[in-house]
């Protein structure tokens, strides 16, 4: 079927979003020099998912160019979305991880509530993991939780440092803090026995944006500032892998690595994090596994990484706005 002058305009269109979002997905080689660009990934997928339906609808040949792009880029799609899974091993032991950047618990009233800190509470003893991670924690603010005897908290001499904590029910054999240079972020690590297995629990917070949420890309006035901040910070997050590899390439344990990446899993951070590791996510994961909003961009920004050969028996996003984050949670099997 001919298609009419707006229809061969709406093909040129399509065409260079599908290439545009193979860029995106690191599906082919990208020419953009632009690293916040793979923030958008979700907004251009929903563009040539509208025009794929928009051909398909009128049931015209370009309808193949989604599809095509689709076969192209088919190992990053599970990155983006994930359909429920019905065939997750089951396992009646488990051991179960949360990682939430609880954003010291609402201290400067960022969310109209003054009960910012109970509501957490009540939700963490509801889900009872085993193990908690916390990014930007404050011991002023924190609930009680009493069913975590075994605490590793921030040393005190990192003044100006974004507050790390790892709750445990388990005793705490070893720990360490990983203080990254010349950064207010860092990490830490507790290795851990469970079952006679030992394990090392890192809880990672990697160089954030500080732009308020409310900034936009289309509005700011100091739009290409932004690009600049944004490129500083995804090297200094490179970096900061680095320095982590360098603390775990001394390990000898399996490690689960939780993290507040700041960025997205068609960056280099995410690439580089994930090598040789498995995102509980892709394993037991469903829909986007958005964890933030930014300028109401949905991405997927926290991260709980494992072995290879580590069983996920179940992996979640709890939507409660009790922060900007949203806490993830995972439970492994532990047969």
């Not at 002023?140 to 005190?156: F, G, M, N, V, W």
């Not at 949905?298 to 179940?314: A, W």
Request: net charge neutral; proline share 4%.
């Amino acid at each position: 079927m001919k298609l009419s002058f707006f229809e061969q305009l709406l093909v040129v269109v399509n065409v260079f979003s599908l290439i545009f979002q193979l860029m995106l997905m690191g599906s082919i080689p990208s020419f953009f020099g632009f690293s916040i660009l793979n923030l958008f990934v979700p907004l251009v997928v929903l563009l040539n998912l509208v025009l794929f339906s928009y051909w398909l609808l009128k049931m015209k040949w370009p309808f193949l160019l989604f599809m095509g792009a689709f076969l192209v880029g088919y190992g990053e799609w599970n990155l983006l979305y994930q359909f429920p899974k019905t065939a997750v091993r089951k396992s009646s032991t488990t051991l179960s991880v949360m990682s939430y950047n609880v954003r010291l618990f609402n201290a400067y009233d960022w969310i109209n509530d003054p009960d910012i800190s109970n509501k957490i509470e009540a939700l963490i003893q509801e889900e009872n993991p085993d193990v908690i991670c916390f990014q930007e924690y404050s011991k002023t603010h924190a609930p009680r939780l009493d069913a975590y005897e075994y605490k590793y908290i921030q040393p005190s001499r990192s003044m100006g440092k974004s507050p790390l904590a790892i709750y445990s029910k388990f005793p705490i054999l070893d720990q360490g803090y990983i203080d990254f240079d010349a950064s207010t972020n860092s990490g830490a690590y507790v290795d851990l026995l469970f079952k006679q297995k030992r394990f090392r629990v890192y809880n990672l917070h990697f160089e954030s944006f500080r732009i308020n949420a409310k900034d936009s890309l289309f509005t700011n006035p100091n739009s290409d500032a932004i690009q600049v901040k944004f490129d500083e910070v995804f090297q200094k997050q490179l970096t900061q892998i680095e320095q982590f590899n360098g603390v775990e390439n001394g390990n000898t344990y399996p490690s689960i690595v939780c993290t507040d990446l700041n960025n997205t899993q068609f960056s280099k951070a995410y690439k580089r994090l994930s090598n040789n590791r498995q995102d509980a996510f892709v394993a037991a994961g469903k829909g986007l596994g958005e964890t933030f909003y930014f300028s109401s961009f949905p991405l997927r920004i926290d991260f709980i990484f494992s072995p290879e050969d580590f069983k996920v028996n179940e992996f979640k996003v709890i939507q409660e706005k009790y922060s900007d984050h949203y806490p993830i949670l995972t439970r492994f099997a532990w047969d």
